[in-house]
T-cell receptor, first 114, second 115 residues
Framework: AQSVTQLGSHVSVSEGALVLLRCNYS??????LFWYVQYPNQGLQLLLK??????LVKGINGFEAEFKKSETSFHLTKPSAHMSDAAEYFC????????????FGTGTRLLVSP | EAGVVQSPRYKIIEKKQPVAFWCNPI?????LYWYLQNLGQGPELLIR????????DSQLPKDRFSAERLKGVDSTLKIQPAELGDSAVYLC?????????????FGPGTRLLVL
């Protein structure tokens, strides 16, 4: 069955620093992978998705993620953090066995300090 | 374009009471999802509708939870009776056709507290 693991429930960076949020997946078939962001008291918003095209995926707000099959990873990065990036980030994989559905990780809270 | 609308945004009830949540998806979106998000966790799918048909309700606790999507547009999720463990955020999402790669658009959620 498809699943994702997010390493680190909290990540703290300074404004202007590199953002790296880790996600590893488990899948016996080529996966569809997603990153969503959730701002306080709001729903989830899609940042980017990998659908087996280019391995480097660019998303909104300057975020990007690289699919690495050899490492079973799909880490999210942003070169320079902004205060407005503070939020909860969820990695998800599309489960394709049985009923198709998104399976989310437990999330990583990004804290950005001035 | 209006996003997914949910109401109420917050609800506090006593255990054993009923509660209902309402969702209005993005206009034209055929697929509607209800998710449960516990504190510190990612969302978990409860039920998925394609038009008015529930195509995946395998994770819906049917002894106390029910859902409907009349006319394939708005949807209501009900809990009767509520238990303390039901305290969570209930998210609604919609997508145009529900295909594997389609983007799901989420509403702001209803935060439920059961006392």
């Amino acid at each position: 069955a498809q699943s994702v693991t997010q390493l680190g429930s909290h990540v703290s960076v300074s404004e202007g620093a590199l953002v790296l949020l880790r996600c590893n997946y488990s899948s016996s078939v080529p996966p569809y992978l997603f990153w969503y962001v959730q701002y306080p008291n709001q729903g989830l918003q899609l940042l980017l998705k990998y659908t087996s095209a280019a391995t480097l995926v660019k998303g909104i707000n300057g975020f990007e993620a690289e699919f690495k099959k050899s490492e079973t990873s799909f880490h999210l990065t942003k070169p320079s953090a902004h205060m407005s990036d503070a939020a909860e980030y969820f990695c998800a994989v599309l489960r394709v066995t049985g009923f198709q559905k998104l399976v989310f990780g437990t999330g990583t809270r990004l804290l950005v300090s001035p | 374009e209006a996003g997914v609308v949910q109401s109420p945004r917050y609800k506090i009830i006593e255990k054993k009471q009923p509660v209902a949540f309402w969702c209005n998806p993005i206009s034209g979106h055929n697929t509607l999802y209800w998710y449960l998000q516990n504190l510190g966790q990612g969302p978990e799918l409860l039920i998925r509708y394609e038009n008015e048909e529930a195509v995946d309700d395998s994770q819906l606790p049917k002894d106390r939870f029910s859902a409907e999507r009349l006319k394939g547009v708005d949807s209501t999720l009900k809990i009767q009776p509520a238990e303390l463990g039901d305290s969570a955020v209930y998210l609604c999402a919609s997508s145009l056709l529900g295909g594997a790669q389609e983007t799901q658009y989420f509403g702001p959620g209803t935060r439920l507290l059961v006392l």
